[in-house]
């Protein structure tokens, strides 16, 4: 089954933790990317990919790290987490003139 | 800044009614157009692609207007499972674009 699957689901760290999210595709699509929902702000982007060792700034990079050294999976690294990373997270692929799909979701809370 | 612009609503209306969403982009260069549907806490997912001579798919039609840059959802008969958030999603260029999203549009459908 085609998919885009993030781990983990739900995530409660403390300040400072480095924490991975894992994002991985299984549809060969050579553009992924990661992005954070918060009530009234919407989706947005925070790193995307084009191709392996292609990556990319968004909109809200800050605080946010990410790597491509395979086509399937795409990484988000918070190095130093903090309260104001607490956010709903989707990881994205897609192929050619097709659409996005989206993993289920990595819902993160910092304390 | 490239920008997407929806209607947050929420549009409340009666089970059976017919709803129309409009979406705005800023990029007249936009090629690629598509509608998803997001409930709450979970990953957005595609509803249908938005193409030049507009296209419908059962009860849903989608419209593209170039001239005046913006693409149109309408939902005819609606029902109660259509309760959920629409997202206009607007791409800058064909294969290889960056998807741009609006904040979405909230549907209640009631009894």
């Known amino acids: 089954e085609a998919q885009v699957t993030q781990n983990p689901r739900y995530l409660i760290t403390v300040t400072g933790k480095k924490l991975t999210v894992t994002c991985s595709q299984n549809?060969?699509?050579?553009?992924m990317s990661w992005y954070r929902q918060d009530p009234g702000l919407g989706l947005r982007q925070i790193y995307y990919s084009m191709n392996v060792e292609v990556t990319d700034k968004g909109d809200v990079p800050e605080g946010y790290k990410v790597s491509r050294k395979e086509k399937r999976n795409f990484p988000l690294i918070l190095e130093s987490p903090s309260p104001n990373q607490t956010s709903l997270y989707f990881c994205?692929?897609?192929?050619?003139?097709?659409?996005?799909?989206f993993g289920n979701g990595t819902r993160l809370t910092v304390t | 800044r490239k920008e997407v612009e929806q209607d947050p609503g929420p549009f409340n209306v009666p089970e059976g009614a017919t709803v129309a969403f409009n979406c705005t982009y800023s990029?007249?260069?936009?090629?690629?157009f598509f509608w998803y549907r997001q409930d709450c806490r979970k990953e957005p997912k595609l509803l249908m692609s938005?193409?030049?001579s507009g296209n419908e798919d059962g009860r849903f039609t989608a419209q593209l207007n170039r001239a005046s840059q913006y693409i149109s959802l309408l939902i005819r008969d609606s029902k109660l499972s259509d309760s959920a958030t629409y997202l206009c999603?607007?791409?800058?260029?064909?294969?290889?674009?960056?998807?741009?999203f609006g904040r979405g549009t909230s549907l209640i459908v009631h009894p």
């Open positions: 990029n007249s260069a936009s090629q690629s």
């Open positions: 994205a692929s897609r192929g050619p003139n097709s659409p996005l799909h």
């Open positions: 999603v607007v791409g800058d260029s064909g294969g290889s674009y960056i998807p741009t």
């Open positions: 938005v193409y030049s």
């Open positions: 549809m060969n699509h050579e553009y």
